[in-house]
């Protein structure tokens, strides 16, 4: 008989439910020498090797200090300097009350531990730590999975862990995800164990039995610990306060309903307390000493980040320029979302469908570096087979299993359902702005039910080989769904060497009901494949199973997660989604010797009329710096246009709000944020996919008519002028259009464009529609289709782009200028072999407030292009001057870190705005075999002032 008062019905089924040494998994925690031990032993070793030879091991930029990094950093620094004795907090520790002390704390103890004094410079230290507790994740995801779900799953789970790409390379950066996601499975394991003990807290009263009092009190320490580790959890992420209450309502209802008494939940809540206030108390004392206030929120500007994650007019990312949110902090978050949702209902709706795919779509991997030879589109579709093999492992891993007694196991329900609970809590991060980090606390949950999930469905498939076809259905349309929806890019080819790509197809009502169509027999096999698992996992006769008790809790649990699995992700199939690509984008690509032509068709006179001198641009849609590359060529009406590019980065920045740091460092925020992302990945800004500005001349504008034009459009004669474009180039292009959808019911379709004035680097960095790169860092416009048609020219033969409407404009300015057609400039010599060269800027430049400023840099040899690896080797940009106080200042230009063999840009200047005087722009390049040249002319206008597009 058990003993009155048990924690749980803990009873075994078949033989994959025992533990690695053949018992059953029983009350105990396993001595140091147990088999499972020695499993978590060999999934560390394998973790740790694998981490630290992706972070010492393999080329990559190391990231370990980049962006918010920089500021864990900062405050384990002080935490170092910090006398004890006779604490003094300065400005340095401002914002810590913020940040979470856990994770600086945890950074600056490993340190001490080593021995060796605190470096913010050293790498080594932090990344092994990090490298350390991902592993041990492993260990505890093991654990856990083998509690709830038997040795087999087990492994499965474990292994997934050891090998998830975003567990290895984000142990390079100092995130605090990776130090979260460690004490989270802590406290998956450690409920796990204690909601299946057979004894616990208030069970040892008036007893004497010697096993009994020793289960009491190894409940009593887990429940302990588990406080500790949910306060360490919510001191490093704010939003796991949520978890830690969660987590102390499951253990006062588990306790109480296995016990049936309230002493058992009263001393299991008084070991929790313990457990928070062995962590709270002394931060509570260190938070009113250094700030003069106790909270118990680590707050990370929660207010801001829903303002943000729930504006429609930037797509939930934060955008350049900055949205207005003013007075946010003092409105409610259900005020936020409120206002949010009538600004544009149906806007709202759409961005809140595309938040799950921003968030589990892909790995959180912002950089998009490789593990080694493993690229981010192969680390992608490991991400997306563990998503598919969790929504199995969710049904499957309900139903309860029977003993050869015909007893039922249910001890394990409450640690399922605690893991649940966990992943429901991760959801609200979907209101917020979707960084793909945010999910990797949430990853836990889906590896321990991915490994259940791909466990019992081998057993199906095994067991029913030849006798139902239901599980092989199920693989089937998983495959299917994994296959057809990868990237959400169908290809097709016109002819080789083209070929187009047509995002989320060509048809999007066809594309969702042949995905949702998918999705339904997945679910509808999976719901029907729940019986002949509950039949797989029972031994004994027919007449035992009648017997056993509560034998289809697990089976209806599992069913109704099934129902609510489809409910929930059934119209993300159905419906498109933002969030996988512009919608219809075109992605042409061509191979030489094959160029681009098309012909745009302009009211008469907009563009050639005589005597204006209207600035005039040919705007082209361009990613990874292609464009920039010096075998390109661009002809309009059968003339080479040579002129220096113009990146749409550059334009951007708002120069009243230039900076100067106290080191005496200028710069310009969005150019800056941009630089310092990109090279924590080894590019440049140039890399970003943007809109690129061609400067034209005048004489490019004599068109022809359209009359004289082979135009597919009728039109009156003499009413349009046709501008013939080509472009064409000697290595690989890729450029972007719209489908143009056909004209209905009279009316054509708005197209949907990148923006010409509002980037994000959220957006490029966080973004999921491209898991081959970068996002695109634009966000949507609405154009009216214009007349226009494109071809791919091979040779002689032109290849009709049907229905494409290519990203690429001639851009007239409204208004007549108000500078002569040669205005002031003034240029520096042509030089090799100096490395350097100075500009001074006269004061008849600065006579006006903005100016064009061309770089030019040229090699006559043909060598390999230099990158951010060779940073000795790289060219700089700097504008000098001196302040009002005569210290020297200077501002980089972080626009020629990949110059390649030859480079000539353009950059948009208001030199009045610089704070000091004697400016002088310097080019200097420590490769002697480049040719450099500096010009500055003054531009009357800005380039993207009352833009006319055609």
């Not at 334009?651 to 944020?673: P, S």
Request: proline share 7%; aromatic share 10%.
């Amino acid at each position: 008989m058990r003993p009155k008062g048990s924690l749980s019905i803990s009873i075994v089924g078949k033989e994959d439910e025992t533990d690695v040494s053949g018992r059953s998994q029983s009350a105990d925690l396993p001595p140091l020498a147990s088999p499972l031990l020695k499993n978590c032993a060999i999934l560390v070793s394998l973790a740790l090797v694998a981490r630290l030879w992706f972070n010492f091991g393999t080329e990559h930029v190391n990231a370990y200090s980049s962006a918010d990094a920089a500021e864990y950093l900062r405050y384990a620094t002080a935490l170092s300097r910090l006398n004890w004795l006779n604490p003094q907090y300065g400005p340095e520790w401002k914002e810590f009350i913020i940040t979470g002390p856990a994770f600086p704390f945890a950074l600056w103890l490993f340190n001490f531990v080593t021995g060796k004094a605190f470096d913010s410079q050293n790498f080594v230290t932090p990344l092994v730590f990090q490298s350390l507790v991902s592993s041990l994740t492993c260990a505890f995801i093991y654990l856990t999975t083998n509690r709830l779900f038997g040795n087999k799953a087990a492994w499965a789970a474990g292994l997934l862990a050891v090998f998830y790409p975003a567990f290895i390379i984000n142990t390079g950066r100092l995130y605090s995800e990776t130090f979260a996601t460690f004490v989270e499975c802590a406290c998956f394991t450690l409920f796990a164990f204690a909601s299946t003990l057979e004894a616990g807290p208030g069970t040892s009263a008036g007893t004497k039995n010697s096993e009994t009092q020793k289960k009491f009190s190894l409940a009593a320490l887990l429940y302990f610990l588990l406080g500790l580790s949910l306060t360490v959890l919510q001191l490093t992420r704010s939003a796991m306060l949520l978890f830690t209450g969660a987590t102390a309502v499951f253990v006062l209802a588990q306790v109480y309903l296995a016990t049936k008494n309230l002493r058992a939940p009263a001393l299991a809540a008084a070991s929790l307390l313990l457990g928070f206030a062995s962590v709270l108390l002394p931060w509570f004392v260190f938070e009113n000493q250094a700030f003069h206030k106790v909270s118990l929120v680590v707050d990370r500007v929660g207010h801001y980040n829903l303002f943000i994650g729930t504006n429609t007019a930037s797509q939930g990312f934060l955008s350049y320029p900055y949205p207005d949110g003013r007075g946010i902090e003092e409105k409610s978050f259900p005020r936020l979302v409120a206002e949010a949702y009538k600004k544009s209902p149906n806007s709202f709706l759409r961005l809140m469908l595309d938040k799950p795919a921003r968030l589990y779509k892909f790995p959180w991997n912002d950089y998009r570096t490789p593990l080694g030879p493993i690229d981010y589109k192969w680390q992608t579709a490991y991400h997306q087979i563990i998503l598919l093999a969790a929504l199995a492992g969710l049904s499957f891993g309900m139903i309860t299993l029977a003993s050869a007694n015909g007893t039922a196991r249910l001890s394990t329900l409450p640690g399922k359902f605690y893991l649940l609970m966990a992943f429901a809590l991760n959801l609200p991060y979907l209101a917020f702005i979707t960084v793909p980090r945010y999910n990797l606390t949430a990853m836990p949950v889906l590896l321990i039910f991915a490994g259940a999930g791909m466990y019992f469905l081998g057993r199906l498939l095994k067991e029913n080989a030849g006798k139902n076809h239901i599980p092989q259905t199920l693989l089937v349309s998983a495959l299917f769904l994994f296959f057809y929806l990868r990237d959400d890019l169908s290809s097709f080819s016109y002819t080789n060497p083209v070929s187009v790509l047509a995002v989320q197809g060509s048809d999007l009502l066809m594309r969702s009901l042949i995905a949702a169509s998918c999705g339904l027999v997945f679910f509808v096999s999976l719901f029907l494949s729940l019986p002949l698992l509950r039949r797989s996992t029972c031994t004994g006769s027919q007449e035992d199973l009648k017997q056993v008790s509560f034998k289809n809790v697990g089976l209806n649990l599992a069913r109704a997660l099934t129902i609510l699995q489809a409910i929930c992700l059934m119209p993300l199939l159905l419906l498109p989604q933002r969030a996988n690509g512009r919608f219809q984008e075109r992605i042409t690509t061509i191979d030489p010797p094959a160029k681009i032509q098309g012909e745009l068709l302009v009211p008469a006179g907009r563009l050639s009329s005589v005597g204006t001198v209207k600035p005039r641009y040919l705007l082209i849609d361009s990613d990874r710096g292609e464009i920039l590359r010096d075998d390109i060529k661009f002809k309009i009406n059968g003339r080479e246009v040579v002129a220096p590019l113009i990146p749409g980065l550059a334009i951007l920045d708002d120069w009243n709000q230039l900076k100067v740091r106290t080191d005496g460092i200028a710069y310009l925020e969005c150019a800056y944020i941009f630089d310092c992302m990109t090279q924590a990945m080894g590019i440049s800004n140039l890399d970003i996919r943007q809109w690129y500005l061609l400067p034209l001349p005048t004489e490019q504008f004599k068109a022809t008519t359209a009359t004289e034009a082979t135009s597919a459009v009728p039109l009156k004669a003499n009413s349009k002028e046709a501008y013939q474009i080509e472009i064409g180039k000697q290595g690989q292009l890729r450029l972007f259009g719209t489908a143009a959808s056909p004209p209905r019911d009279g009316k054509s379709a708005r197209l949907l464009k990148p923006s010409l004035a509002l980037y994000s680097w959220e957006k490029a960095f966080y973004g999921v529609e491209n898991d081959s790169g970068l996002t695109d860092s634009r966000f949507d416009e609405k154009h009216s289709p214009r007349q226009s048609q494109w071809s791919v020219g091979i040779k002689d033969v032109n290849l009709p782009l049907p229905q494409l409407d290519a990203n690429i404009y001639l851009l007239c300015q409204r208004g007549s200028p108000s500078q002569p057609e040669s205005p002031p400039q003034v240029e520096s010599q042509m030089v090799e072999g100096e490395g350097t060269v100075t500009l001074p800027v006269p004061e008849k430049i600065l006579a006006s407030p903005l100016q064009l400023l061309f770089v030019k840099l040229e090699k006559p040899s043909r060598d390999s292009r230099l990158s951010l690896n060779s940073p000795d080797k790289l060219p700089t940009l700097t504008i000098t001057f001196r302040d009002k106080a005569g210290k020297d200042c200077q501002m980089p230009l972080p626009w020629l870190k990949n110059p390649g063999n030859r480079l000539h840009l353009a950059l948009p200047l208001y030199l009045q705005k610089i704070p000091g005087n004697d400016i002088k722009i310097k080019l200097d390049c420590p490769d002697r075999g480049y040719k450099l040249s500096l010009k500055l002319t003054n531009l009357d206008k800005h380039p993207l002032e009352s833009p006319e597009l055609y």
